[in-house]
């Protein structure tokens, strides 16, 4: 199990390219795709699937059982609209095998949809760009902010302000907390500038030297560090989390491999979602 703090979210799970991947938020009591289980996932009741490939979904069936005998209520999830089908007929088959509910509170996401989940915290999906229908997610607060020309007042001038004004003193704005862009090509950065300043962007990075050049990591559709340094300079994320490494890169070459090549400024607001120690663990 990783476990990482960035900024106020801590982040736990596993994340392994082309084998499994699950991060949990624990604050926010939520998890991005279900490669892997471990009991400590039973406490997000939101669950993102990014796509349907195996390395990002197979340890569903495992995650629903497991809530089953906890007793757990229906957790909500999201996922691409664009795999609705075979979705629902994988969870019917885990119905069928274990011959009891294992309902679900499904909610199938186009990109450009948003959804409230709870309070002020909205999700949005947006497309990446991989080989199979995918999508990243976006979370971000719904918050009243002050109108730019009452800001530098007092505390007792906009007291007076809001008694004669109300409401008209504010602006909604969308404050991105989190963005999830896995298994992607690095141009979803330019169709979703967004993410470029949410609070904390975890993305993937899947190869890193030129075993695998950026040509052929983006037949795969994933993302190549040669694409990340082409980016560097525009990304304004507080925290920037990389994660989804080929096993071709053993821990211990992953850091090196990355201090090398990032800026120092981005390599300050970066983390690696990596195993301690030098090797994967089997
Ligand atoms: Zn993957
Ligand atoms: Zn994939």
Redesign the pocket.
């Given at each position: 199990m990783i476990r990482l703090k960035v900024g106020p979210y801590s982040l736990r799970g596993t994340s392994l390219g082309g084998i499994h991947t699950a991060i949990q938020v624990e604050e926010l009591g939520l998890l991005f795709d279900v490669g892997y289980f471990s009991r400590g996932f039973l406490s997000a009741d939101t669950i993102f699937i990014s796509?349907g490939?195996a390395?990002?979904l197979g340890a569903l069936g495992t995650l629903l059982g497991a809530r089953g005998l906890y007793g757990k209520p229906p957790p909500k999830i999201f996922f691409p609209a664009a795999i609705e089908g075979p979705f629902f007929e994988t969870i019917h088959a885990f119905q069928k095998l274990q011959r009891y509910d294992l309902s679900i509170d499904a909610v199938p996401m186009e990109p450009g949809d948003e959804i409230q989940l709870q309070g002020d915290l909205w999700v949005r999906a947006f497309r990446t760009f991989?080989?199979?229908p995918?999508l990243g997610f976006e979370l971000f607060r719904r918050v009243q902010k002050l109108k730019a020309e009452y800001q530098g007042l007092q505390g007792h001038e906009i007291r007076q302000l809001r008694e004669e004004r109300g409401a008209a003193l504010f602006e909604e704005v969308d404050r991105s907390e989190i963005a999830y862009a896995t298994?992607t090509l690095a141009r979803v950065l330019d169709h979703e500038p967004r993410i470029l300043k949410s609070r904390v962007l975890i993305l993937e990075c899947t190869f890193l030297d030129a075993r695998k050049p950026p040509s052929e990591a983006h037949k795969g559709?994933h993302i190549h560090i040669e694409d990340l340094l082409i980016y560097a300079h525009r990304l304004e994320n507080e925290h920037l989390v990389l994660m989804h490494f080929s096993q071709a890169h053993s821990p211990e070459a992953i850091r090196e491999l990355v201090s090398k090549r990032l800026p120092q400024d981005l390599l300050e607001r970066t983390s690696l979602f990596l195993p301690q120690g030098r090797h994967w663990p089997l």
């Open positions: 796509h490939h390395d990002h991989h080989s199979i995918s298994d559709g």
